[in-house]
């Protein structure tokens, strides 16, 4: 301030009009909406549509894959809203500004992550049998629980895929079971095949199986055959492929077999070493003649019960039990097959047994089908 003695010049405003004081109120009066007098029609406004619906169709409209999932030198883009909603596994090891996260390549394949991308686009597409187990072992991985339990019902429901399928799954979980949840699945998958093991049998698959699988096949309660004989001689075949090699698991295999529902002439050849050239080596195994004899035994104990409950309490007493005969089945192109279960067994050898198997070869794989539907009855 320059002077404190000067004038100050103060513009005087002229003073504000008054104007009436009126309530809103005061317009309402002749300015509400005319009353529609809709007689046939109803005023139908449209529906909001749900945030949700609005959200998924942006997201489809706008679908851009901006996360790298790295598998060694190998790379699969997808969506990373996408994997955040359905991996909880993405979503805890996902950083902020990260676009590649890496996986463990020891526990899934590149096919099964880009199989998980493809369900992750159509969660509700129906699953395809091939390649089943990579996509499971990476649902696994990225913890995909929806999924998982998808495959798992397949797998464990017979009707979702034939035997031959059940066959060619177990092959499969035996060369991914270092991925897998269950390792033993290569061995439960065995147990869907019923119609279908004397074609299995008959191929060069079957003589190349692993000891394990083999024991899980012949040990299984679900296999259909004519006889325990037909059990039996194909055993003889997988071992008989390389005896000099397998001979030393003969034992641990036939010990998977109701030895005491063969033949008693088969038994007693065995024993004496008056068999076919093909299963000669059995008869120098003296742990195989030593069970051949306590069967013979028991047999003989089993001729005298009649019935009775003396009997009954008897053998329960020792224990003794002829095992259960497996699920019967009959095909007219194997000569030497009883129609009936309760029909006389026929005597037959190994020859007659693999000439069946070669007939079952010329027919295709598929011709198994007509047993379930006794074609061949």
Known sequence: MSNANSEVCVEVLAPEPCIPRRSLACYKDGRELLNWEIKEKKLQLRKAEAPLTLLLTSWEQQDANDLTLCLGTERCSCNRLRCYCYSPYVLHEWK?????????????????LQLVAAWMLQPNAPLQREHILELLAAAHVLQLEYLVAKIWFCL????????????????????????L???????????????????????????????????????????????????????????????????????????????????????????????????????????????????????????????????????AFFRIKQSKPRPFIYHHLAQYHRRLPDDVQQDFSYRQFLAF?????????????????????
């Open 181 to 315: 949840p269950n390792p033993g699945l290569h061995l439960a998958m065995l147990q869907h095949i019923r119609y279908f093991f004397l074609t299995l049998v008959a191929s060069k698959q079957y003589v190349e199986l692993p000891l394990e699988q083999v024991q899980q096949l012949l040990g299984s309660e679900h296999i259909k055959v004519n006889s325990e004989q037909e059990i039996f001689f194909a055993a003889v075949r997988w071992l008989n492929h390389n005896w000099q090699a397998r001979l030393v698991h003969a034992l641990a295999l036939l010990q998977k077999l109701h030895l005491d529902l063969l033949p008693y002439k088969l038994l007693k050849n065995l024993q004496r070493g008056t068999v076919e050239s093909q299963l000669k080596p059995l008869t120098e195994l003296p742990e195989l003649k030593q069970s051949i004899k306590q069967i013979c035994q028991l047999n003989k104990v089993l001729l005298f019960d009649d019935g009775s409950q003396a009997c009954k309490q008897l053998f």
């Open 357 to 377: 198997l070669a007939k079952l070869q010329q027919l295709g794989i598929y011709n198994w089908l007509a047993l379930k539907s006794d074609q061949c009855a």
């Open 96 to 112: 902020l500004g990260q676009r590649e996260l890496l996986l463990p390549e020891q526990r899934l394949t590149m096919r099964g």
């Open 156 to 179: 464990d429901t017979p009707q979702q895929f034939e035997e031959e399928q059940a066959f060619w799954i177990s092959c499969e979980a035996r060369r991914l079971a270092h991925t």
